[in-house]
């Protein structure tokens, strides 16, 4: 199976005047886009990158993000997304974790590039995108002098470099968002990315008329598959610049698109923007969602915006490139027999293998029981970036990946997820799932938005703590009254605080630390 680079070099040469990218008002043909990614490698070596070697980008979507991907794996270098929204020292943590030779940036963040150019331990070239080409080189540290980034491409030839990349190379390392500690780099390979892409082929139907649009940031997996998969696929990719639902609502009139990925509150803000309903979406044949949970009224919502359209639910990780279970647009029948599908993220891809253990034996527990969800698919990624015992506590040597999650699988092999297993709440010996409890807060009319954590108890070692959102001045007694109508006594809520509003990360997931630490100050562990 060729690299991802080759696959590049093949659709150029059957279809070098097809559309490979659209980023605003610019479009780029695969010919061309081939010719880029070279320069992009020529560039990339004369400044004294190498096989192995990573480059970091920080950026919001843009065409260059596309040829740095593509440019570095064709001389066996690697590409390190940062996501943008990180603070000025959580971006020089992976710039220097990553032990960056480069560091490409977008003009915008060039205040960022300020705060830590002298920070910056292996970074020899600092290259701005839409840089004048002295710019800042005043304030830079002096080893860190900014380049122009169309001029140090320009510079370069565009003779297709002679390296071979071998399929199990590192094709990009994404940092996972970190919810605990300081976030890792994930290898991802090209076989990894070719795995992830094949199943979607045929599950997407796309054929050559497909219009994918990538809407997700480029340093979120399903951003950074979604601008490969265009190139796999001989596809048209459309470049959203950022997840702005105006934005993307415009650009899927305006370029035609077929298929998109989005998370479900860009679904719930497109269908509250007047904006996003004067365009016209019907272009739109799969609406592919997930990354967090999406509540039943959002869901329909969505539906009827967009009625033409199928959906599919997809779950995954950064470290296994994406999606492994897909749930079909024929278990998206709101008013069918089988409604109760609809919570759940579907059944495993073609090459994947679920398996449900006891976090704490690692055996596995029979259908229907809540347990650690681990997967075996050719998608697992090769590990973490230089951390060996993160990698074996994560990977088994025989390919099982822990993914930390929290679900079951009902007797036709659907898998419901809970939550992460370290949300888990241990309260005397019982294990608590808070989404278990979150999902029946959500249903009491007066509850807008919840979160459920584990604070510290003297009798149990902890008990659900349930922070929540009312619509209108409802005692705290009736919510815990509701839930002991429709839960088992130990996992009713120890106590209800009211909140104006629950902290979420940017793709909508709880920020359970955040919420977890005043109560956890001065314990020895998060746990009893």
Known sequence: MPGLTAVLRERARSHPDRVAYIAGDTEITFRDFDRRADRVANALASSGVGHGDRVAILDKNSLEYAEQLFGAAR???????????????????????????????????????????????????????????????????????????????????????????????VFVQLYSSGTTGLPKGVMLTHDNFVAALDVTTDMWELDESSVLMVAMPMYHVAGNVLTVSAVYNGITGVIAREP????????????????????????????????????????LRLMLYGASPISEDVLRGAMRMLPNTEFMQVYGLTEVTGAITMLPAADH????????????????????????????????????????????????????????????????????FRTGDAGYLDEDGYLFIHDRVKDMIISGGENIYPAEIENVLMSHPDVADCAVIGVPSERWGETPKALVVLSSDVPEQDITDYCRERLAHFKCPSSVER???????????????????????GEDREVH
């Open 75 to 169: 001389i066996g270098a690697v590409q390190v997304p940062v996501n943008y929204r990180l603070a000025p020292d959580e971006v020089a943590y992976i710039v220097n974790n990553a032990q960056a030779k480069v560091f490409v940036v977008g003009s915008e963040f060039v205040p960022v590039l300020d705060a830590i150019a002298g920070k910056l331990e292996h970074t020899t070239h600092i290259v701005v995108i839409n840089g004048p080409d002295h710019a800042h080189q005043e304030h830079a540290h002096q080893k860190h002098a900014h380049q122009d980034y169309a001029a140090w491409i320009d510079g370069a030839s565009d003779t297709p470099p002679d390296h071979e990349p071998d399929t199990g190379d």
């Open 244 to 283: 702005d639902p105006t934005l993307i609502a415009q650009t899927i009139e305006r370029n035609r698109v077929t298929h998109i990925f989005l998370v479900p509150v860009l679904l719930q803000f497109m269908q509250l923007i007047p904006e996003v309903g004067a365009c016209d979406l019907s272009s």
């Open 333 to 400: 029948d709101p008013d069918g027999p089988n409604t109760h599908r609809l919570r759940s993220a579907g059944v495993a891809n073609a090459t994947t293998t679920l398996r449900i253990v006891d976090p704490a034996t690692q055996k596995e527990v029979p259908a229907g029981q809540v347990g650690e969800i681990l997967c075996r698919t050719p998608q697992n990624m090769k590990g973490y970036w230089r951390m060996p015992d993160a990698t074996a506590t994560a990977l088994s040597g025989d390919n099982w």
């Open 499 to 521: 909140r104006d509003e629950i902290p979420r990360n940017p793709t909508g997931k709880i920020l359970k630390r955040e919420l977890r630490a005043p109560y956890w100050e």
